[in-house]
């Protein structure tokens, strides 16, 4: 599905801003700050603010999932089924890809059990990559 048709689809404006933003996060394979996104789009002449206040509505209308990072800053990505989980090195930072979601199961019996309909889970994992445990030894 096109850029213009997920916003359209969700009720939202079609903006010059919300594309570029949008398009940014879609072309990355991490999940992306607003920072990130920021620097990316320094040539767009859009400034931070901006690009906090897309995201947030974007958030809002379930374009995008956020999640919270163990350091406290905000990452994005699409909301698709196809969506990604990461493991995060707790000193070089880096993320390292979980390639198939291990909570959809849990959410199917969640939603059984409780009678809910889950719209969105954060699921994140820390630690020391391999790279790091050979620099600590």
Known sequence: MSIEN???????????Q?????ETIENQ???????????????????ISTIYRNLNILEEKNVLLKTT?????NYYQLNTSDHKHFITCNICHKKYTIENCPIHDLEEKIEKEKGFIIKA?????SGICPECQKKIK
Request: aromatic share 6%.
């Open 6 to 16: 997920i916003l359209k689809n969700k009720n939202l404006k079609v903006t010059k």
């Open 18 to 22: 919300r594309k570029l933003i949008l």
């Open 29 to 47: 394979t991490n999940p992306t700050s607003a920072e990130d996104i920021y620097k990316l789009l320094k040539n767009c002449d859009m400034d």
């Open 69 to 73: 990072n163990i350091d406290g800053i």
């Open 121 to 125: 889970h954060n699921f994140e994992f």
